[in-house]
């Protein structure tokens, strides 16, 4: 039987605090039975975190703006482990009410890669221990091939990984509505280039199936869910992410939970299950949720 561990959700911080540290999260962890809390990787997201910083919309984070929105841990309790969840590449809106596009994730250009991972290795040196899980997300930049990803996976491993000396995290790729892979068919050719071009990686890294999101996919274009859900390899899936627009689940939703969950019993290795809310008062219903669907 897969062991399955749950996340702690990355949460609004208090005001000023920016994007906060381990333990405020790890605070609410145990008690929930969560193994992992969930730490932001973005790029600059906020008008706030312009003003902090100096940078602009969507821009990469330079140590001193690391330094600005995170804060360290003096003492990490040594059962902790923790997930960054990079940039999604979502577009922003600034202080003076200008729109930003998206990021441009550029995994087909290993200089990017390298300063991506150098951010990362400056998020995690603030917050005082490595990450175990890497989650990115495929963006929209129509010259990047599943091939790239896969590469620069490897990458994101051996540069983060490598820097730290402590082993090497686990990589995962989040489907996201309106990108490069969003339908089930592209996260399968996802997991066949993974195999084809990095299959030392194949055992740690892969898919971070956002259930929710691949169906609001379907939805949009018409599309089975069912299908989605049929053509994803279930030996590619790492993680599952759950929530109804980041709000907790419910049979009453449009999304037919006991069909995506028969997927997610189909898992047939260790996974984990990030309740993606932004509620914390509802990580606990979100989890219950979870445990009662997967003992149907």
Known sequence: MPKISYVFPSMRQPEGVFRGGLLSRWREAPRLGCSFVEIPANFIKHPKEEEAT?????????????????????KIPQDLRYILHTEPSFAHQDANGVKHPAADLQWHNSSWVKKFCDMLIGI????????????IHPGSNRAVMMRDIAV??????EIYGGHF??????????????????????????????????????????IVLDLSVLFNVARRKGDSYEAYLDA??????????????????SLEDAVPWSIAFEKVKAIPHDFFINPEIHHPNRVGQTIAFCEDMLNK
């Open 124 to 135: 995690s040196e603030r917050l005082g221990m490595q990450a175990s899980v890497i989650e």
């Open 152 to 157: 620069a996976m490897k990458n994101i491993q």
């Open 54 to 74: 100096g940078l602009g919309m969507c821009q990469m984070l330079t140590d001193e703006a690391i330094y600005h929105l995170y804060t360290p841990t003096d």
């Open 232 to 249: 994803v390899p279930a030996e590619g899936v790492k993680g599952i992410h759950v929530h109804t627009l980041h709000g907790a689940p």
């Open 165 to 206: 000396g402590d082993g090497y995290p686990k990589v995962v790729l989040e489907n996201r509505n309106v990108s490069n892979i969003e339908e089930g068919r592209q996260l399968r050719e996802f997991w066949m280039a993974l195999q084809n071009h990095t299959p030392e990686i194949c055992d740690t890294c892969g």
